[in-house]
């Protein structure tokens, strides 16, 4: 009797571990994503954090849902800037799957020869993307990337502390009335991207000379900023620290939410649109199913709920069919088309700038002054003479203790 | 014999853990991308002498008042009933129980400009002073998080000094102040210089505080050695370099305090 309800129990959990009882995501074509089921594969996934929509507060559980539906267990992962995933590839230490960087990187990963070609035919969801994402800048031939989210740059602002006259250009963060209200990123593709934007040349540097006049306008821009920053700029403009910060606008429309003083406008001279993308690395050990992922994500409602919770604006037709309007019609996430003509995507730079834009960089957050250059050489002198001293003084006084008293014990100097 | 067994695991992870990164980094430092030997990198590392320095001199200040905090109070923490030792040292280590980014973002709320301090100063109409994004404000987060590694040494080696020791100079004439440089201060030399480095050391090469509490504007080593590695051109030949740099300079360091600290051993109690 006791195994018969051993059995009705282990066929119960076998059943319902086969139906989960509420996988209730509708995707196009079921029987696609059952192939790998109980081959026991495992997918490397490395996201931005805070990128896809994880259960809280009641959103889809995205990676949950995929395993339960194709039975391949995701190991998922984060990172917080492109750098961080480029020198893990580079390092080689790491093994993933498929990464979501943004497109400047990706650009430099192809053009490193880093990155796999996607087979579109696993990906039948390819076909819901938007026409104008087709072949971007950063990926021309469109062979290595899948979009998964865009939005542009823009200023976020407190409307209590700044003037509605100054606004409009991106020389409101160079007016010197609100001196040391100003935030700025702490990184340097965006703030030189801006500096050029504003000196009416691209926004991807095309030489030298146009990163020297863009490092000065910063330099001078520095006496008026408060600090460099990235994910601070919510604490910061949401407890009214900061007037003006240039930032992502799918994390203004979160600001915003927060604080209603903030606002957000993309200024007139243009600005950057940037594209996250789903790339496979080369040596990708489950290139299939990472497609197979891919193509989860393209679905209709997986990338629906993505997008409500991460905020950023989708390139995803379908997605946008069934979500409310009160986001599709968002000006913020959604720029009308005028403000979109003006935007450009990152390129990749060729080595030589990209040596020169952290060279720039280094420059403007080090051009202090106070300090000459001697200082340090003078300073290793000092510290080597002192410290060779020390050692002779001591060592001719042992030498003279132990002839005093013809023992190992130096006497107390008292 | 037998400890030389008992040691091997030991032998074994500090060649792979400590001895092999640290030829490491000096090899990186050394070649270029291709491999083969250049000082291109290392003689680099001058153009940032004015983030070297100001790094340095942080450190030395931050410090410097760490000792000056963490000597009086290691004394008066060492002279107290047992009791009041065990107690008093738990509430230095408290705060310790908590993350390092926890406390220092705590600090950049209270010092912010519509911080704790000048809320508070604002009901008295004073202010709003402007402390973050400051040297100042880095030193005090340096300060602040290494002040117990100070404080510790110190304690330590105060608490094995007998009070008949001080009672003695007194009777043979010492005042308070003789009593204090040339009893107390040349027996804790050990507590201090072990201190100084578990202080400086850190202070040195940190980059998250001044990140968050100097604004981000003005780099330190650390940061500049992070950039190398996570920012935009990935150039780890040149970070090894600055981290080579940064810890002969460390090395340095160690060995001038360490000099001081050898020279009393001998009559340590």
């Known amino acids: 009797m006791k195994k018969f309800a051993a059995l009705v129990i282990a066929a119960v959990a076998v059943l319902s571990l086969s139906v989960p009882a509420y996988a209730e995501v509708e995707v196009a074509d079921e029987s696609y994503y059952t192939r790998f089921q109980g081959q026991g594969k495992t997918l490397n996934v490395h996201n931005w954090g805070e990128y896809i929509a994880d259960g809280s507060d009641d959103s889809l559980d995205v990676v949950k849902e995929f395993e339960e539906l194709t039975g391949i267990q995701v190991n998922y992962t984060t990172f917080s800037t492109n750098e961080e995933v480029y020198a893990r590839l580079r390092n080689g230490g790491a093994n993933y799957d498929l990464l979501i960087p943004s497109d400047y990187m990706i650009a430099r990963m192809i053009r490193e020869n880093m990155l796999e070609k996607l087979d579109f035919s696993n990906i039948p969801n390819f076909r819901n993307i938007n026409q104008s994402f087709l072949n971007p800048v950063f990926d021309p031939t469109g062979e290595y990337s899948v979009p998964y989210t865009w939005g542009t740059v823009g200023v976020i602002y407190n409307k209590e502390m700044v003037d509605e006259e100054d606004l409009g250009s991106w020389d409101l963060l160079w007016n010197e009335k609100y001196m040391g209200q100003i935030l700025m990123f702490a990184n340097p593709r965006d703030d030189f991207g801006i500096a050029l934007k504003r000196l009416g040349y691209p926004m991807n540097p095309e030489n030298t000379e146009q990163l020297a006049q863009a490092t000065d306008e910063l330099k001078k821009q520095k006496l008026l900023v408060q600090a460099y920053v990235m994910d601070e700029v919510f604490d910061k403009m949401i407890g009214g620290e900061a007037a003006i910060a240039p930032y992502y606008a799918g994390d203004a429309i979160t600001m915003m939410v927060d604080n209603p003083n903030l606002d957000f406008f993309v200024p007139n001279e243009g600005t950057n649109r940037f594209v996250d993308a789903m790339v496979i690395p080369k040596g990708a050990k489950n290139k299939e199913c990472a497609e197979m992922f891919i193509n989860f994500l393209l679905e209709a409602e997986v990338g629906a709920s993505n997008i409500e919770y991460i905020g950023y604006s989708s390139p995803n037709d379908a997605a946008l069919a069934i979500l409310p309007p009160e986001i599709t019609e968002n000006p913020v996430a959604y720029p009308p088309e005028d403000v979109i003509a003006k935007t450009e995507f990152w390129k990749d730079l060729s080595p030589e700038l990209n040596l020169a834009v952290d060279d720039a960089w280094t420059e403007l957050l080090s051009s202090d002054d106070q300090y000459s250059r001697w200082l340090v050489p003078v300073f290793l002198i000092v510290a080597l003479g002192a410290s060779i001293t020390i050692n002779v003084v001591r060592a001719r006084r042992k030498r003279r203790e132990r002839g005093m008293f013809g023992t190992n014990y130096p006497a107390r100097r008292l | ?269």
């Not at chain 2, 908590?98 to 911080?115: P, Q, S, V």
């Not at chain 2, 600055?242 to 810890?247: F, S, T």
């Open chain 2, 1 to 269: 014999m037998n400890s030389k067994s008992i040691s091997a695991p030991y032998l074994l992870w500090m060649i792979v853990f400590i001895l092999a990164p640290l030829l490491l980094v000096a090899y990186f430092a050394v070649t270029t991308p291709e491999g083969t030997l250049t000082m291109e990198y290392v003689s680099q590392v001058g153009e940032y002498t004015p983030v070297l320095t100001r790094s340095v001199w942080l450190a030395f200040v931050s410090t410097v008042i760490c000792f000056l905090i963490a000597y009086p109070l290691a004394f008066i923490i060492s002279r107290k009933s047992g009791a009041g030792q065990r107690s008093m040292i738990m509430l230095i280590m408290l705060p310790m129980w908590m993350n390092f980014l926890l406390r220092t973002y705590a600090w950049m709320t209270i010092l912010e400009k519509n911080g704790l301090i000048n809320r508070f100063l604002a009901h008295f109409g004073i202010g709003p002073l402007n402390m973050i994004n400051t040297s100042g404000a880095v030193v005090l987060g340096m300060v602040y998080n290494y002040l117990p590694f100070m404080i510790l040494p110190l304690y330590s080696i105060m608490v094995k000094i007998p009070d008949s020791l001080i009672e003695a100079a007194q009777d043979l004439g010492c005042n308070t102040r003789q009593v204090v440089t040339r009893v107390l201060f040349p027996l804790s030399v050990p507590g201090i210089s072990s201190g100084v480095i578990m202080v400086f050391v850190p202070s040195v090469s940190t980059f998250i505080i001044s990140r968050m509490l100097g604004g981000g504007g003005n780099l330190l080593i650390g940061d500049l050695i992070d950039l190398q590695f996570l920012g935009n051109a990935y150039n780890p030949h040149l970070g090894s370099a600055i981290a080579l740099v940064l810890m002969v300079l460390i090395l340095l360091c160690m060995s001038v305090t360490n000099q001081f600290g050898d020279e009393e051993k001998g009559g340590i109690l």
